[in-house]
């Protein structure tokens, strides 16, 4: 993924994907060096199938870019990306590949290069996403019929109709880790109830709940065993999640400590995470033409990181909203800031949720219920549907 919007892994284009972005580039600006008030200079469109009936679109400019906008139009069917602050030399057209029959190039009056992207037939965006600190755009596209061209995407259709809609699209990955397991059982609470025991049944009813909404959903343990902090970061990392999301239960014996709690990494913890990165070669995405050393792949490094932790942060807000709303305790009304392991991921946006206290009677009592661990369960799967659905519609203006 190495980025919230990473549907599929990253794919090399076509030589011919690459020349024709060369041309683009030529085409766009002078080829004098680009000033803060030059035209942006697009330096690569391109268009390649995956194998599996989807296609991967690809603008990438020489600086960031905000407001890139997307959509869909039909008869006949095409995707329209504008790019603000662009402006083509020329006009043109250059072919395309998977769904993308061909793409067309023009500016627009009111100061955008459009790109408009012809299609073989009815498309859904599967995915979208922004890397590189906005200087690269990728849509995923897939093949629908008619009748998915307004399911949300987070919605799965009903099962019986899967079949005949045709392949679904792509989902959203969802990592969940039940904190502890195995030899290290964690917080024990009123009644002997074990934190590892607790854990586990609300990522098993969280995986049941996102995997009934469509989403593609991994556990890092599904029975009582022991993983090891940095491996389920190097789980996450290796399916490319767009969230992860880790369970626990608090404890404060001889104290009326009670309620839940959401944190994500703070400040300290991502100092932690660059040392760690070096230290065990994390690969993280910062563009291809990025020094593999040096100040400049630190600083892109940075701004991946804190566009993780920005969406850490929303997703963070949200889920304590949802969890209120659920009549679920609240401890803390605003996300904490911590550094846990498991939180290190400069390129996996993800967030701790401390369900309770396994000390107090109540929230004991609460956790090990299965109709209060439904509604809990269910309260978090309304925020990543929140989260999702929010960062669609801020992508797609």
Partial sequence: ????????????????????????????????????????????VSAQADGVGRTRLVVETDRPVRGVRSFLLSGPDRLVVDVPGAHWARAGEAPGGGLALRYRYANRAEGAARIVFDLAGQAAIA???????????????????????????????????RMRLGPPVRRPTVVIDAGHGGRDPGAI?????????????AALRLRDALGARGYTVALTREGDEFL???????????????????????SAPGTDAHGAAVYMLSERGANRSRVLADRQDWQVDVGDEAPREGGVRQILFDLTQRETTNRSSDFARGLIRRLEESGAPIRY?????????????????????????????????????????????????????????????MASR
């Fill in 333 to 393: 009304r605003r996300p904490r800031n911590a550094g846990f392991y498991v939180l290190l991921a400069p390129d996996v946006p993800a967030v701790l949720v401390e369900m309770g206290f396994l000390t107090h009677a109540g929230d004991a009592a609460r956790l090990t219920d299965p109709a209060a661990q439904t509604r809990f369960t269910g309260a978090l799967a309304d925020a990543v549907d929140s989260y999702f659905a929010s960062a669609l519609q």
């Fill in 228 to 250: 090891a902090l940095d491996a389920r970061v190097a789980f996450a990392r290796a399916r490319n999640a767009d969230l992860f999301i880790s369970l626990h239960a608090d």
């Fill in 1 to 44: 993924m190495r980025s919230v919007w990473s549907f599929i892994p990253l794919l090399k284009p076509p030589s011919w994907a690459a020349a024709a972005g060369a041309a683009l580039a030529l085409a766009c600006v002078p080829s004098s060096i680009a000033g803060a008030d030059d035209p942006v200079r697009i330096v690569q």
């Fill in 189 to 201: 609470g009123v009644g002997a109830v074990r934190e590892e025991d607790v854990t586990l049944a």
């Fill in 127 to 161: 995915g979208r996403r922004t890397e590189l600190a906005g200087r690269r755009l990728t849509i995923i596209l897939s093949g629908v019929a008619a009748a998915t061209q307004v399911t949300p995407l987070v919605a799965a259709p009903p099962a019986d109709e």
